[in-house]
């Protein structure tokens, strides 16, 4: 098991941005010079090396592009072999359900053609919700399960996200993300849950809109996407077969943690029968 690894997760054009600022700059640099000095010759050749440099920018990103995102388009396509499982777009009635208990209070409610979820806890909690609101949710053994998240309000410490091999309210996997994290958690019926992967930044996560998260199990092999870019692959895990769920999470304060669901995807295989 890992614990507390090092960030593997970068953004690869810091290169790109850099060549365009420095464009920008000497183009704007030599507009002044030539102005300063009536050198017309000046200005044509700053301008072709910007335009250079744009090129050249817009080369390292579309490459960065096609290299970052490619092993995620081989999940989608891996997975598009199995049954779609579940496919919502919370396009439906609203409504919402409160759930209070001696630590706190949560709720799911399905507002604005989304499913919210919330949770505010004195004591570290998570609340889990079906992804539809049928009461129902297959067991699944190999899964490809993707939706656009939005963690609209909360602390720096609190999560959204999708809980799996889940057997019962005590005994989850989950894969979350906070403000600046993404983590991958397993409650095996007992305190402390278990870090299995918990980095202290992960940089494809925006702030100013949803993130798509996309995790694919398969076999023990455990594989999380953000936003189409691969954050971590674990390997040599034993997961239960069990049901999906989304989640938010709060960290032992009192302060709600409200997270937004949209165009949930389940695509998956259902365990052998015994």
């Given at each position: ?5 090092a ?34 010759h ?47 777009d919370y ?76 057997e ?24 402390p ?18 993130n ?24 040599d ?12 999470q ?11 669901f ?13």
């Amino acid at each position: 098991m890992l614990a507390k690894p090092a960030p593997d997760v970068l953004w690869r054009d810091d290169v790109a941005a850099a060549t365009a600022l420095a464009g920008g700059a000497v183009l704007f640099g030599s507009v002044v010079a030539s102005a300063l000095l009536n050198n017309r010759h000046l200005l044509t050749e700053a301008a072709a090396a910007t335009l250079f440099a744009f090129l050249f920018y817009a080369t390292i990103q579309g490459s960065t592009l096609v290299l970052t995102t490619s092993n995620y388009r081989s999940a989608v396509e891996a997975s598009e072999k199995w049954p779609v499982v579940a496919k919502h777009d919370y396009e439906a009635e609203p409504w919402s359900k409160q759930f209070p208990s001696k630590f706190g209070e949560s709720f799911i409610a399905y507002e604005a053609g989304r499913h919210l979820v919330g949770i505010s806890s004195t004591r570290d909690a998570t609340q889990p919700a079906l992804l539809n609101n049928e009461g129902k949710s297959d067991n699944l053994q190999d899964f490809f399960l993707e939706a656009d998240i939005e963690y609209i309000q909360g602390p720096s410490d609190g999560y959204c996200g999708f809980m799996f091999g889940y057997e019962k309210d005590e005994q989850w996997w989950a894969v979350v993300f906070g403000r600046r994290s993404l983590t991958v958690t397993q409650n095996p019926g007992s305190l402390p849950h278990r870090y299995i992967y918990d980095p202290d930044d992960v940089k494809p996560l925006r702030q100013d809109k949803p993130n798509k998260l996309t995790v694919l199990k398969v076999g023990r092999d455990l594989t999380m996407f953000l936003n189409g870019r691969t954050v971590k692959k674990l390997g040599d895990l034993t997961i239960a077969n069990g049901s999906l769920r989304l989640a938010a999470q709060s960290k032992s304060r009192p302060i709600w943690v409200r997270c937004a669901f949209d165009n949930v995807l389940v695509r998956g295989t259902a365990p052998a029968a015994d």
